[in-house]
Nanobody, 115 residues
């Protein structure tokens, strides 16, 4: 019954911006850490940005200064603002909720950065 649904992906040129959103249903997110991961074809899934229940954030070195993760507990959503996008950012972006020992995942939204 817990569902995470990502939106906001698309095709963008290098240097452009996108804002991803993850809407969670079936569980309130306020007490739990969440994050954005990404996975390209033939590549392992990697953490892009995480945000704790208290609002602390952490980022992969490759996206520091370009991406910003945020949460809105009232809306039960998290966002990922992506600026200065590079072709290397091309991947499926997945939303994650860490509930104690369980992880819940969305289906992913595709981000393609290309000329």
């Amino acid at each position: 019954q817990v569902q995470l649904v990502e939106s906001g992906g698309g095709l963008v040129q290098p240097g452009g911006s996108l804002r991803l959103s993850c809407a969670v249903s079936g569980m309130m997110i306020r007490n739990f850490a969440m994050g954005w991961y990404r996975q390209g074809p033939g590549k392992r899934r990697e953490l892009v940005a995480g945000i704790g229940s208290g609002g602390t954030t952490n980022y992969a070195d490759s996206v520091k200064g370009r991406f910003t993760i945020s949460r809105d507990n009232a809306e039960n959503t998290i966002d990922l603002q992506m600026n200065s996008l590079k072709p290397e950012d091309t991947a499926s972006y997945l939303c994650n909720l860490h509930h104690w020992s369980n992880d819940y995942w969305g289906q992913g939204t595709q981000v393609t950065v290309s000329t």
